[in-house]
């Protein structure tokens, strides 16, 4: 029986750190704050899986006080979870994802985050949707001050 699992996460823009955001480091001024490289695109699509498979959420698999993923690429923890659904039979059949940032456009950088994301995933490109929208000034996101991302993520049992 197929599942599906919701995520979302935002993190603030910060100066001094790159800026990562589906696997990629963008150019630009700022990055997201966070206790791994902040990526808040990989960190939805980690809460949409770890909820459809019924597995927790990435604060609980990886919380900000410990230091062995101080820092460490957010690529690496999704790595991690789909191990995990492995190991309990999961495989993802597709993941559609949304960035919400006023910059940078995500339009550009969606191709390359596909290249990134879809072996990690174990899916083809038709399989994983990333977008980009505005909050037309609005917000934190709206202003400029934050990144803000939903994923939603369906999975299904192997079957032999």
Do not use: Q
């Not at 979302?8 to 704050?33: N, S």
């Not at 919380?63 to 659904?85: I, Y």
């Not at 969606?110 to 037309?136: D, F, Q, S, W, Y």
Request: with cysteine; net charge neutral; charged share 20%.
């Amino acid at each position: 029986m197929p599942r599906i699992g919701f995520g979302y996460d935002i993190h603030p823009l910060v100066d001094g750190r790159p800026l990562v955001l589906g696997g990629l480091v963008v150019p630009g001024p700022r990055g997201l704050a966070g206790h791994s490289d902040g990526d808040a695109l990989v960190h939805a699509v980690i809460d949409a899986l770890l909820g459809a498979a019924g597995l927790g959420d990435i604060g609980r698999l990886f919380p900000d006080t410990d230091p062995r993923t101080e820092n460490v690429p957010s690529l690496r923890l999704l790595g991690e979870v789909m191990g995990r659904l492995r190991a309990a039979g999961w495989t993802v059949v597709n993941v559609d994802a949304v960035v919400v940032a006023e910059a940078p456009k995500i339009a550009p950088l969606a191709e390359g985050m596909r290249n990134v994301l879809c072996p990690v995933l174990g899916v083809g490109r038709e399989a994983l949707g990333i977008k980009g929208k505005t909050n037309e000034g609005l917000g934190a996101v709206g202003e400029g001050r934050a990144i803000a991302c939903f994923a939603a993520a369906l999975i299904e049992k192997k079957t032999c």
